[in-house]
């Protein structure tokens, strides 16, 4: 309980320096990784992986285009606005996520299991955390290579003249420091396919261990119906025939019949699940559907009532809604977990309603003990320590959730209450705390609250402003309930400039909270810098709401439930996979997809993605998902065009249907898993690039100035150089230059007298390149050949007959090449647009 709050205090410090970052990860990871913690902290746990791990992800590529990357190892780079560069913390976040994933395949689904599923009392933004995860790593990879291709092909050697489609050069921004962000963007795209590969594979690996134990599980037991078939004649769902029952039955029954359209979808959904039971799934196992139906039951029946007990909150009050969740026996009737529900909820609760119900006081003694205990623990979970009193006052109203009451008794019983906590905050603390006693603090914070309404009231009517309280009248009231006043007036004026500048917001109702996100951090991708700071600024404020939320539940036990804790249970393993992989399928397929849509710019980017495709089509397989089957099939299907492999379509024995389903769509049917792999491993022995020609590129693109651009597609080649004089048409005089010949772009340069490189004078992309024998000329002696291009068209003369024929053939070989190339990428995205339409 005192390390959690001690990393997230470091958040500061962990995002100005990636060795505290590091650190803190590898704290988490401990906790994580040990089955004793994560049993015990859960919400902990939670709380942890969204702040440390989801915010760093969801930042976007932190890729600093003004430093180079051997600057950042030895030191945390800026950017040109001074903010730090995230760029390595996000690498340590990648580098742990592979290892939390690859050390045991049933990690992802624990995760999964304990934070993914519903009717968990745990807070929005802490739930569904592999789905974020998986949603944060395939978005990450995806704005990687669209970095990756930005400043890919087309990046300019010579400053942009002459490019086809020029890149748009930000301040400070040069080509070399676009090569460097198109190589840390590959180094954070092949981490980020890492990971997912990792994610993918263990739930491979339980998809199969799943398959093994429904094999051996229906080998062993007799056949037997599916469902009960006195719930079937009887026309009832199985849901609604076997929920459990609740100790008070009256109230439960009342608000169920009360609220009727919770009851309307029940029936027919129950009826078609019941229906396709029967129904055979792909490698002919079946589930046992009597087994884990009762769980989902519960688990539907458990959703189900927190949505019931939020109408009522929001229909009936608060109170309604406690009651009704502590009669389903969701809620414990004590003032510590009432207050943990309120507190963890308090998002979806309107503060109007929050502000009333913790201003309750009680009828009878024991009655207000009760509400007494409520209030407290609920403002206990903040922490007031090292803050004046207009500060915590502040603090507590606009933060906490809850709207101060209009009813004076009830803001006497939660300022009673405030005074208390802040007391035990602060006392012997003269500076922050020059009060005699806790009556004082009550007294002094009734008046700054009179104050703020005083300094801060609308005008009744449009004839004169009304009297505001002067410094000395707030003095004077003070003075009236406390003669000490005068001994501590310079920290009671300061109360009183703090308040007049800013008066204390409430909070807003639950109406108006959905208008207010469009003032907090923006959305991605980030415009500037600016907007990536105000990222940065709502993560360092989220610090202490965090803190106060581990206050609220460190002293409950909810167990992290682990897969195999769950196997006996009425969930089986191939449950819990199917659920996570129909969760996440898409945010995996739509990295895969834009990976392939820029291969041609990035062959590094579709090895990475190969192993992600076949680990999914394989786990879609063995689930007998076949609408995800489908979706993976097409992906592999593309970029088996993509490298001109040829694959047999072989239907397995004793699928009828496989030959239907492989027509549809035209996608590859690959239900033979072992086929899948061969695959892929051809895809993985094609993709390698020959070293001596990349070699051979690293010398060629020492010699020319910017050089290193050219490295950016790997798949582009060095074919020839040489010199060639080039006849200027208008001026009618002549210039030598060294022609460098590639797979895909013709560049030629002169030599720098001074530099003894060669600087650019022209790129001309050679798919929109034509050569023409220049044809008999004595001035030429027949050396002569005509390059037409869109950017420029110009005659050149070679020193032979010979080097003029090789330089046509080999331009021309190349134009042929580059001009199959892009007509099979351009048919690969139309037909895999087609298939999306479809």
Known sequence: RLVIPTLLSNTSAAIEDCRVYRRVLRVISQLWCNPY????????????????????????????????????????????????????????????????????????????????????????????????????????????????????RFASINGGN????????????????KAHAREAAQLMREKAFHSITAIVKSMMDCATMSRKQDEEKL???????????????????????????????????????????????????????????????????????????????????KQESFDIAFELIATKGLKKGIDYLIACHLLTPSPRHISSFLRIHQTSIDPVLLGEYIGEGGIDGTDKDFWNLIRFNFARATSFVGMNIEQALRHFLANCGFRLPGEAQKIDRIISTFSQCYWEDNAGDLHKCPFK???????????????????????????KAPKRMTKNEFITNLRGVYNGVDKFRDYIYAVYDSI???????????????????????????????????????????VKPAQELLRTVDVRHDDCATVDG?????????????????ANWHHIHGAINATIDNAHLDLA?????????????????????????????????????????????????????????????????FEDVDQVRSLTKKLHGSLAIDGTKIEMMKQVAKRIRNGDILLNDPSRTFVREGDLTKRHQLAGRSSTYRFFLFSDVLVYAHKSPNQGDYKVHEELPLHLMKIEDGGISLSTKQNSFHIHHPNKSFLVVASSRIE???????????????????????????????????
């Not at 002459?162 to 420091?177: D, F, I, N, Q, T």
């Not at 006693?437 to 004839?463: E, Y």
């Not at 969930?571 to 659920?579: A, P």
């Open 500 to 542: 007049e500048l800013a008066p204390i917001a409430v909070s807003i109702s639950i109406q108006n909270k959905k208008g207010s996100h469009e003032h907090g951090p923006p959305s991605l991708p980030y415009k500037d810098q600016r907007d990536l700071a105000i990222s940065i600024q709502s993560w360092v404020k989220s």
């Open 437 to 463: 006693d806790q009556d004082t603090v009550f007294l002094v914070s009734f008046a700054i609250i009179m104050l703020n309404t005083d300094l801060h009231k609308s005008h009744a009517s449009k004839g």
């Open 162 to 177: 002459g490019s086809p489609r020029r890149h748009v050069v930000l301040p400070g921004e040069s080509e070399m420091s």
């Open 219 to 301: 080998y062993a037991e007799d056949k037997s119906s599916i469902f009960d078939k006195d719930i079937i004649s009887s026309g009832m769902s199985p849901q609604m025939s076997s929920a459990p029952s609740f100790g008070d039955e009256n109230i439960v029954d009342y608000w169920k019949t009360s609220i009727e359209k919770r009851k309307a979808p029940l029936q027919p959904i129950c009826l078609t699940y019941s229906q396709e039971a029967e129904t055979p799934v792909s490698f002919n196992i079946k589930h046992s559907m009597s087994e884990d139906s009762s769980k989902q039951v519960q688990m539907q029946h």
């Open 804 to 838: 003029k024929q090789q330089w046509i053939d080999d331009i021309n070989n190349s134009i042929g090449q580059e001009v199959k190339r892009k007509a099979k990428i351009e048919k690969s995205r139309i037909e895999a647009a087609r298939g999306a339409a479809i």
């Open 37 to 152: 913690y994560r049993c015990q902290m859960k919400i902990d746990l939670a709380v942890l992986i969204e702040h440390f791990i989801l915010k760093v992800l969801c930042l976007g590529p932190q890729v600093n285009p003004t430093k180079h990357q051997s600057e950042i190892e030895s030191d945390t780079p800026k950017s040109p606005e001074g903010m730090p560069s995230l760029f390595h913390q996000q690498l340590d976040v990648l580098e742990e996520m592979k290892i939390w994933f690859s050390s045991n395949p049933n990690e992802a689904l624990d995760l999964y299991i304990n934070y993914d599923n519903q009717g968990d009392m745990l807070p929005t933004r802490f739930s569904k955390l592999m789905n974020k995860i998986c949603e944060a790593l395939s978005t990450l990879a995806e704005q990687c290579g669209a970095i990756i291709s930005e400043n890919g």
């Open 605 to 669: 980017g579709l090895d990475c993605c190969i192993d992600v495709l076949e680990y999914s089509l394989c786990t879609a397989s063995y689930l007998g998902m076949t609408v995800e089957r489908s979706a993976f099939s097409k992906l592999l299907s593309r970029v088996n065009r993509f490298n001109d492999l040829t694959v047999k379509k072989e239907r397995v024995k004793g699928d009828k249907s496989s030959s239907k389903r492989s027509t549809s769509g035209g996608s590859l049917n």
């Open 566 to 582: 769950q196997l006996d249970d009425e969930m089986t393993l191939q449950d819990y996979t199917s659920q996570m992989f129909s």
